[in-house]
């Protein structure tokens, strides 16, 4: 279980403004997510960089408890990737928000009603041993820490509706905007399948809504393991074996709500299923 300390004293500093408060911020998410309760408007003062929102991250993971199984990594498009300073964000994807399915069978998954919900279509890597001294990686010592590649569909959703509209910094905010992963079947010899140049795409409600590869990305796929490991150093987060890394979208990000299904295909090769419920109280 990945563990990360509250700031201390950060309720009773003297001349702190309450509205940028990242613990005060992070208990409005974890409250409105356990309650499955919509946010209307982001509960304090928006973050104004990455390490803003990532301080909120911490307090809101703190406060959540349970394990840490993995971590989602998102895209940060021009030109908002010159202003944050980064391509990339990423956010926690909790143990009990894990679903496996290599069966073929369809997955039921959740999303705050009231709130935004989406369904991303991913490749997910499985990290294998991390040394907790390393700070810094080539893309091939980032390749070189990974155990296994699988297909996965990840589902985005916040009790704040706004969330993707009010920039980078305040997804982060919130987990990262993450609600759950669904890890398909693992893809042989991964690091000759050529997965990143595979056809990707997301069908709701059996409409195709988006395609792309993730050959598209920055680096590749695996340029977001390096950046999830360089990052998670630095915030000085250990990587268990087994931790899961969800890519980024590869075909989009794809706006669903409670009553829909989602199918991701990966090339001619995977498959993968989801229907989407309402949320429940306790369910964040």
């Not at 630095?234 to 075909?251: F, L």
Request: glycine share 14%.
């Amino acid at each position: 279980m990945t563990e990360i300390t509250p700031i201390a004293g950060a309720d009773n500093d003297a001349g702190r403004d309450s509205n940028a408060d990242p613990a005060r911020i992070a208990g409005v998410f974890v409250a409105a997510r356990r309650s499955a309760t919509p946010i209307g408007d982001y509960p304090g003062t928006i973050p104004e960089t990455l390490a803003d929102g990532y301080a909120i991250q911490d307090q809101a993971i703190a406060l959540r408890g349970g394990a840490i199984a993995g971590w989602k990594v998102g895209r940060i498009l021009p030109p908002l990737d010159a202003h944050y300073r980064s391509q990339r964000l990423a956010g926690p994807i909790f143990a009990d928000r894990v679903v496996m399915a290599d069966d073929g069978a369809s997955r039921a998954m959740t999303v705050f009603a009231g709130g935004f919900g989406a369904v991303e279509a991913e490749f997910v890597f499985r990290l294998g041993i991390v040394d907790p001294a390393k700070t810094h990686y080539s893309l091939a010592e980032a390749a070189a820490a990974v155990a296994g590649v699988h297909v996965g569909i990840e589902i985005a959703s916040s009790p704040l509706g706004a969330i993707n509209d009010l920039g980078p910094a305040v997804t982060v905010s919130d987990f990262g905007n993450n609600q759950g992963l669904i890890v398909g079947p693992e893809i042989a010899d991964w690091a000759s399948a050529g997965f990143d140049s595979w056809p990707v795409s997301v069908a709701i409600d059996g409409v195709e809504i988006g395609s792309g590869m993730a050959g598209n990305f920055p680096d590749g796929t695996v340029g977001s393991v390096k950046f999830l490991l360089e990052l998670l150093a630095q915030r000085g987060i250990a990587v268990p074996v087994g931790t899961w890394v969800s890519s980024g979208a590869v075909s989009g990000v794809h706006v669903i709500a409670s009553g829909q299904s989602a199918t991701a295909r990966f090339g001619d090769r995977f498959r993968l299923d989801c229907h989407i419920e309402r949320a429940a109280p306790d369910a964040g």
